[in-house]
């Protein structure tokens, strides 16, 4: 530990802050000889008043008893952190993309069965019941085939005999058998045709 380093460090971080020696004195409760002598190197800060030191000049201890901001652990902190968010956002990303699922599907579905139903019991031109069923159908494949694209890739499928988790290919999910979004697949952890569940974490 370098005392003069680490002195010269507090008098940068108090003056960065806009404090003057005895503004600091009087928020950690010593006198401004007590803030003289640290920044001067000839005494160190009580352990008692560290933390409190630190956090009132915006440092941790580990950068205060180096006499220097470490920037590998800031950067550190700081990718952990961003990190996090990603994933937090992917999830809620993934997330609002299932419901999405659901809503294209149900009013897709919809949209056909109704289509069906006026065809069939309203009375109107046969031209106009053939334009009307085709329209329904024309409408319902891309919509089936962008909600399983949707379901695809958000979030992944977790084997239920190993637990791996993977993202499967669009025509691995397109062919699989299936009970809601819980399909059967071949595990590229396992080998097995295996239940795949649909979650939003890798740790789910
Ligand atoms: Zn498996």
Redesign the pocket.
Known sequence: MDQIQIGGFIAACRKERGMTQAQLAEKMNVSDRAVSKWETGKNMPDSSIMLDLCAELDITVNDLLNGRRIAMKNYKEIAEKTMLEMRQAKEQNDRMLLHMEVFLGCISSLFLFTAILVAAFVQMSTWLRVVLVAAAIVQFFPCMFAALKIEQIAGYYK?G????VWIPKYYQVFFAPHINRTRQMT?P??G?F?FHKKVLTKDE
């Open positions: 084997c005999k190993c637990g791996e595990c952890g396992c097995k295996y």
